[in-house]
């Protein structure tokens, strides 16, 4: 445990030592794979959560070194658990193709923190309830969302860092297409691991 600790603290130290700030036309790419847990919302409350792997990859365009924006492909599960009053679940498996475009500010003395914030647009791949596919009419096949996070880069070299970060969805438009016309959102949260590539 002790070298684990020592092996993070030198890490962190050397992205601080290697420093770089950003200038405009500098883009990063990010490869990233994460665990993600959403639910379903409607007037009467919210299902249980599921959990699931979101991946995908973002790309940074900087203005400064202070402002980029943000903008990737991202491949999210969403759904939600139901419950029917005994131990029965049933799960709605809503897998989705999301592409956000978030104004990102890039703060601390080492410009190394993120908070990104914008909207994203989601188109749905595939839906299915307990693994059996849902009827194409039930779920509308596009939604749209607010997005936030916060992130930390450790630079590994000028080229290379590791990015953590965590998103926040809220879905702002209907995904209800079936025909008791309640209104249902998407909500949930995702816990990411990155590599950075500075171009």
Same mark, same amino acid.
């Given at each position: 445990?002790?070298k684990i600790?020592?092996? &993070? ?10 420093? %770089?700030?950003?200038? @405009?036309?500098? +883009?990063?790419?990010? =490869? ?13 409350? !919210?299902?249980? !959560? ?15 070194? @202070?402002?980029?924006? @943000?903008? $990737? /492909? +991202? #491949?999210?599960?969403m759904g939600?658990?139901?419950e029917?009053?005994? =131990?029965? &679940? ?7 193709? !999301?592409? =956000? ?6 703060f601390?003395s080492?410009?190394?923190w ?9 188109? /749905?791949? !595939?839906?299915?309830?307990?693994? %059996?596919?849902?009827p194409?009419? &039930?779920?509308?096949?596009? %939604? ?5 996070? *916060?992130g ?5 070299t000028e080229?290379?860092?590791?990015? *953590?970060?965590? %998103?926040?969805?809220n ?10 016309? @309640?209104? +249902?959102?998407?909500g $949930?949260?995702? #816990?990411?691991?990155?590599?950075? +590539?500075? &171009?």
């Amino acid at each position: 445990m002790k070298k684990i600790v020592l092996s &993070l603290v030198a890490l962190v130290s050397f992205g601080l030592a290697n420093a %770089q700030m950003k200038e @405009r036309g500098v +883009i990063e790419i990010t =490869p990233k794979i994460g665990t993600s847990s959403f639910a379903e919302y409607d007037d009467d409350g !919210s299902t249980k !959560s599921n959990s699931g792997v979101e991946f995908g990859v973002t790309t940074d365009y900087y203005f400064n070194n @202070r402002w980029s924006l @943000r903008s $990737g /492909l +991202i #491949f999210d599960k969403m759904g939600g658990k139901y419950e029917n009053g005994d =131990p029965f &679940l049933w799960e709605d498996q809503l897998n989705y193709l !999301s592409v =956000p475009v978030n104004a990102n500010w890039h703060f601390g003395s080492t410009r190394k923190w993120n908070l990104n914030f914008g909207l994203t647009p989601s188109f /749905l791949l !595939s839906a299915k309830v307990n693994d %059996q596919k849902v009827p194409d009419n &039930l779920i509308e096949t596009f %939604q749209l969302g607010l997005t936030f996070g *916060i992130g930390y880069k450790i630079e590994i070299t000028e080229k290379f860092g590791l990015l *953590i970060d965590a %998103q926040w969805f809220n879905g702002l438009t209907n995904i209800n297409n079936g025909p008791d016309n @309640r209104n +249902i959102t998407n909500g $949930g949260f995702s #816990f990411n691991l990155g590599g950075v +590539i500075h &171009l």
